[in-house]
């Protein structure tokens, strides 16, 4: 589920894998402690009118389950899997042909890893667990406190053994703080107050016997605010950081404002160092004359490549050029063919012309002829024909 929510660090996903398993552990480790501690009596019914011996006694067999069974149970199940996982180790090694046991790395390989997000989440749980067994019914059980010691210096130690002994070496990794588990421990801190100011006022017999409910239920409101106060008195007294951490890093602070910001003493004069000031100065001269060299080397190339952008630019418009004129005298002896051919066709449409006009007028003429010689040959048959007159005989 955790997986599917798609959380954007790990620290987000964390706190929400450490919610759902603080809310699976807390109903699966104390729901049957709640009911033999409030519900049984007025269900079956226990022994004597309480059931507080009932509780007492399974709280007892959990701690002892923890102390023996946990702790054992801690170091020799990863004990039995690393030599059965160096004997298959080894078993392959002979078959290679070599007659030597595993090198300390080949035996480091064997070992198991330790997982940096559930290792440490597996650990803080069954703190958390245990000190809900303490808190919650320590009022039934006044033993659990000394148990829950003796099971703690155990498991310290195992833990020790089976991280230098068992596991590779873990990955550090930094954390701001110890995430939701502080949240845990103050969620069960508070209901313990609770359970227990109920165990004392209306569950175990011949503490507040002779008082009336009511009066019972007022003790059970004080108690309850009496408590929670002194929690938070305590709270505000004990730091959440110890005095020497907060030493230690007031003194890391001064060391980076003196080594690396080069701030002055309190009761020094900053002036007063001409050493100091004369280095200064002289460094500060050297990085403006690199940074003088590094601006007038920028310039040069950028003037080379402006020069060659612009010699560029010249031949292309030289070409340019070039090309235009040679447009141009194309486009003039294009003209100069076009008149030609032009003139040429005037000339030869006048001659066709005046062909048509003389071909025109020739026979025209020639009709003219034809009727002139017509008539005048008219005029002499007349003649010959015509008989001779009076005066002519005579």
């Given at each position: ?34 009911y033999?501690a ?65 090198s ?5 390989y064997?070992?198991?890893t ?32 000394l ?35 502080q ?12 359970t ?11 503490v ?15 108690m309850q ?34 080594i690396?910001d ?41 003037l ?29 002896g ?19 012309n ?20 017509q ?7 007349e ?12």
């Open positions: 589920m955790t997986n599917l929510e798609n959380h954007r660090t790990d620290i987000h996903y964390q706190d929400s894998l450490i919610t759902k398993l603080f809310l699976f552990q807390f109903v699966n480790s104390y729901s049957s402690f709640f033999i409030f519900i049984q009596n007025q269900v079956d019914g226990c022994d004597g009118g309480s059931c507080m011996r009932t509780l007492a006694k399974n709280l007892g067999i959990i701690f002892l389950v923890q102390l023996v069974v946990g702790n054992v149970q801690d170091i020799v199940v990863p004990y039995v899997r690393v030599k059965k996982r160096l004997r298959d180790e080894l078993d392959d090694i002979r078959n290679t042909g070599k007659t030597k046991g595993a300390p790395v080949e035996y480091e064997t070992l198991d330790y997982d940096n997000i559930m290792g440490p989440i597996n650990d803080y749980i069954s703190v958390a667990i245990q000190f809900g067994y303490l808190s919650l019914f320590v009022a039934a059980f006044p033993l659990a406190p148990m829950a010691l003796a099971n703690n210096y155990v498991s310290i130690h195992a833990d020790v053994y089976r991280l230098l002994n068992m596991m590779r070496r873990p990955v550090p990794l930094p954390s701001s703080d110890i995430g939701n588990w949240e845990v421990m103050t969620i069960l801190a508070i209901i313990a107050v609770v227990n100011s109920a165990l004392l006022c209306f569950i175990m017999e011949n507040f016997d002779s008082y009336s409910w009511r009066t019972r239920l007022w003790i059970f409101v004080a605010y009496v408590i929670f106060s002194s929690m938070y008195v305590v709270q505000l007294a004990v730091p959440d950081v110890p005095s020497d951490v907060n030493l230690q890093h007031e003194r890391a602070k001064l060391l980076a404002a003196k690396v080069r701030v002055a003493d309190e009761d020094e004069d900053p002036g007063v160092d001409e050493v100091a000031l004369e280095s200064f100065k002289l460094t500060v001269h050297a990085q403006d004359t690199k940074l003088a060299t590094i601006e007038k080397n920028v310039i040069d190339r950028m080379s490549e402006a020069e060659r952008v612009g010699h560029g630019l010249e031949a292309g418009i030289a070409a340019t050029e070039a090309a235009t004129d040679k447009i141009a005298h194309g486009l003039g294009g003209l100069t063919l076009a008149r030609q051919a032009s003139q040429r066709g005037e000339g030869s449409g006048a001659r066709k005046k062909r048509k006009s003389n071909a025109k007028v020739q026979p025209a003429q020639e009709m003219e002829v034809t009727s002139v010689k008539s005048v040959d008219s005029s002499k048959g003649a010959e024909i015509q008989p001779p007159s009076s005066d002519d005989n005579v």
